[in-house]
């Protein structure tokens, strides 16, 4: 059963704007809790063939849990999500700015006052669609340009959460990478090794000792990072390789191909075309599976090897949904986006958006259940 939440418990005062949580609910049976803190999905129920719900989105069953817990739970990241090595952005005349830190000496997920630390404000609650709003400024991540984002959330009859977004460059050229920070866990509770996985990718990024990329790309045949044929979680990262243990784990972006999906990709009014497969993940006992589909031309594959509550700090808000104290593994990140660490790489491709063109993007989660 899906774990029911308190709306109550997600409305507060914060940065001095009002923090609240919302339900859409499709004609199929999806229903997905989503707070305007950090754009986060706090819950997605997804409907067994019995009509049943299970929550296979990790989350905290309270505002003061995201705020006190694991920073990225269920947000949408940006204004660059993944890692800008060292704080620096190289700029397209060649020049480096520096950047706030916050991973070591990273600048990472949009640094320490990224978009999953803000508050978005609603525009428009509808039973089945929400949008939300951000403004990307340059006092609050050092990146140039003003970026106004709104972003569109909807769920339709066939199972799917649609998350678009429309943005607009104001004042100068500008940079936008957003990603969704989602932990699935298509079993409802315990470890996700157990899960198949398949991406349609024949390169991977690899990384150097800092954990951001070399710069290059390499082959995943023979790899842990080989996901062309559906392969459990469990059995590639038991695969020996030195990059595992850069990473801690499997922790890497995968190079989407340029194929036909095997798949019709999912309409909505709110989605731009240009979708792409970008990640399918099963899970066999419950028969559970999930599509990934976005605009991205990349994955990032996290299997959650640093997800650990903490009893001291989770344990009195629940622990997480319905008081599970999750272990690593317990949840897996597939996370579409731009080319990590992209603009510091010249062989990575990168756009600088100018004043007045407006950016579309989207991830699109599909569920079946068998």
């Keep these: 059963m899906a774990f029911t939440l308190s709306r109550e418990a997600f ?29 986060r999905l706090v819950q997605v129920a997804v409907p067994d063939g019995q009509g049943g719900l299970a929550d296979v989105a990790l989350g905290y069953d309270s505002l003061q849990g995201y705020l006190d817990g694991q920073l ?54 509808q039973a089945d669609a929400l949008t939300l709003s951000h403004t990307f400024r340059t006092e609050d991540d050092g990146v140039p340009g003003t970026v106004c984002v709104r972003l569109h959330l909807q769920v339709t009859a066939d199972n799917a959460l649609h998350m678009a977004w429309t943005a607009e460059v104001l004042d100068a050229p500008s940079l936008l990478n957003l990603t969704g920070h989602a932990f699935i866990n298509l079993a409802g509770q315990g470890s ?22 070399t710069g290059g790309l390499s ?18 990262i038991a695969t020996p ?14 190079v989407l191909d340029e194929q036909a999906a095997p798949l019709a990709p999912p309409s909505s009014s709110i989605t731009p075309p240009g979708l792409r497969l970008a990640a399918l ?46 272990q690593p593994g317990d949840g897996i990140c597939l996370e579409p986006m731009e080319y990590p660490d992209a603009p510091n ?26």
């Design 72 to 125: 990225s739970m269920g947000a949408l990241i940006g204004r660059w999500a993944g890692r800008l090595r060292a704080g620096t952005l190289t700029l397209p005349d060649g020049s480096h700015r520096q950047l706030p830190t916050n991973s070591g000496p990273h600048h990472h997920h949009g640094g320490p006052r990224g978009s999953r630390f803000q508050v978005f404000a609603v525009e428009q609650v």
């Design 192 to 213: 996700t090794h157990g899960h198949t996985l398949q991406v349609p990718a024949s390169r991977y990024v690899p990384l150097a000792a800092d954990v951001c990329p």
């Design 345 to 370: 790489h010249a062989g990575f491709p990168v756009r600088w958006w100018q004043p007045g063109e407006m950016v579309r993007g989207a991830i699109v989660y599909r569920f079946v259940s068998g």
């Design 281 to 326: 993940l099963g899970e066999p006992v419950s028969g559970r599976a999930m599509e990934v589909w976005s605009t991205a031309p990349g994955v990032q594959v996290y299997a959650g090897h640093g997800l650990k509550a903490d009893p001291a700090r989770d344990l009195g808000r629940g622990a997480g949904q319905g008081g599970w104290l999750w």
């Design 11 to 39: 409305q507060q005062e914060l940065h001095g704007q009002r923090t609240d949580l919302f339900t859409l609910r499709s004609p199929g049976g999806l229903q997905v809790a989503v707070s305007n803190y950090g754009a």
């Design 219 to 236: 082959g995943v045949q023979g790899t842990p990072f080989d996901f062309r044929q559906a392969r459990a979680v469990a059995d590639a």
């Design 241 to 254: 390789h030195e990059q595992l243990a850069v990473a801690g784990g499997l922790d890497h972006y995968l």
